[in-house]
């Protein structure tokens, strides 16, 4: 595929040109820049609310105009044939077209870079020999510390140009990785791009092995449809959701970089415990039941048993005039109510309102005539609050869950057909909390009251999700995501074979279901790029046992003595040897992960202290100066170092409940690695993989 490379010490025509252009690319963002922050809103704002307001915007917009030193401004050019009509490449007309991060135009507003997400740009990674797309050139620049210094050709009309990889995506994909998650906008994939820019309609289900990509497509297909649909997006808002803060801090960076500032990010507890302190934990098999989306039922039942037939008529004393509503027109009103299948806090809201409609009605049949005052007021009458109250109670969500796992009768009413007595009482707690602030609430506590509070009051929703690592999520988790983005979209993300919960999904087809997006495509990545070849087929060794029939990783990178696996003599001499190999991967450039066990994490950061060697935590930034983070594996997922040591599988299996789980965790543990791979070990390694 490569026609042509230049390096940094050519001093060929096309790379002084090239560079030159990055210069007057970077000349015209900066005047750009500039143009915004000269501007006055001292007369153009009505008071000072849309000041305020028209300020953050000019805030916004200045900080997405910044000019990233390590960001290249541009990282490909198209050289179209001929004057192109239609959508696809508007405007093109056999023109250059420079394609990166974000849009850039000249004083006059001539196009120096377009955007990644624009039309135009797209042939730039769908285009091929087999279909150019009116394309003759496709060129790549390589970058070292933020300067142009290769570039590389490709024409897609040229029958004698022999296919290749191309050198420069494989040195960009091999990057030295220091600092936050890198974008991947340089080197998407066809089967990738066609995820990203699907349409905003429909939820996307990306199932992918390590190093296919899977998280920076979503984030990109975020970003893409920032741009796409930002009018709309803007008005009801985007969420990114991963496993845990590490990975979110790790991950923070991608879409500022690519222009996008607004797009929050959080953890599915996050989501959950707004109003809720978690302070508590669960057995494994009390978590998985509060998991199982059975609880949604009862929680269901629960909320409804507060709904009491009236007995009573209600009277309303309004004057002289007393008007009566019988009981059996008030138990009519709760049947509809009941059956229109109502929000319970909806429902408790519209029943003052449907017997003062009644109660007007009485009155206009007296020949009163009453207005819209006249029904709010019967609606705060004394006796109608008094008769709501206790026809259809509010009901404090916390206050029910409280309940439901604290009195084993009331349990029992709810839960009857659904759980066993064996599940009640595991989910039952031993002693129970007097009041709601006392409770120590677990996680999947914090679920079963946000699926109550939803019971209650209707959940916001967004207009698009991405949840990643989703495999990890239970039924109600997911029911929990789900509302979020009820008449959005959505981008699920993950790996079943990365499944490290006691409660992870069996298949992408039962957690969508609990999503609400049971009729989402679902896609799959089998191209790896992170992982070398020799590393992703060792890991792979695996996959029989914890997911039986799931595609291997099939790497497109070959690096011969990536991975060495070393044995130990004597438990007593891993920690030194461990050390060891961490000061071998420091001789390497780039990033290092010491993965082990968590209970192998005090005596390993002991060992490394006493070697004279800092490090740092999951989630803290590595620098040129701090390159060493000591990772517990439990919070290895969706991370990547250039070079992992990883420290007795066997004690990675061992720390989780059961066999499969730890399997699971072993092979996020092994797949870590972008140039190498070192796994040592003082006991037996896991059948699998001896």
Known sequence: MPAHVAESDSTTDPLAHERAHLALSRAALRAMREDVQALDIRDVTANWVNAVVLQAQIDDRIKALADLSHTPLFFGRLDYLHPVGGELAEGAEGEQFYIGRRHVHDAVGDPMVIDWRAPVSQPYYQASPKNPQDVGLRR?????????TAYEDEHLTDPTEAAQTSRLLQTEIERPRVGPMRDIVATIQPEQDEIVRSDLGGTVCV???PGTGKTAVGLHRVAYLLYAHRDRLARTGTLVIGPNRSFLHYIEQVLPALGELEVKQATVDDLV???VEVRGTDEAAAAVIKGDARMAQVLRRAIRSHVTPPTEPVVVVRGSRRWRVPAYELAEMVDELLARDMRYGAAHEALPQRIAHSVLVRMEEAGEAPDDRVQNAVARNPSVKAAVKAIWPAVDPAKLV???LSDAEFLAAHAKGLLSEDEQKRILWAKPARSVKSVKWSAADAVLIDEAGDLVARTHSLGHVV?????????????AVGRRCSTGSATVLG???QGTTPWSTESWAQALFHLGKADA???ELTAGFRVPREVIAYASRLLPEISPGLAAVESVRESPGSLAVREVAGADGLDAAVVAACEESLGHEGSIGLIAADARIPALAEALTAAGHA???PGEETTVESRLTLVPASLAKGLEYDYVVLDEPAAVVDGEPDERTGLRRLYVALTRAVSGLTVLHAGGLPGALR
Do not use: I, K, N, W
């Open 140 to 148: 790549r620049f390589g970058y070292t510390g933020g300067e142009l």
């Open 207 to 209: 199932q992918g092995g």
């Open 273 to 275: 415990t707004a109003h």
């Open 402 to 404: 409280l309940r439901l």
């Open 467 to 479: 949840l990643d690592e989703a495999q990890d999520l239970s039924p109600m988790q997911y029911r």
């Open 495 to 497: 790996d079943l074979a």
């Open 521 to 523: 495509v679902v896609e």
């Open 615 to 617: 490090y740092l935590s």
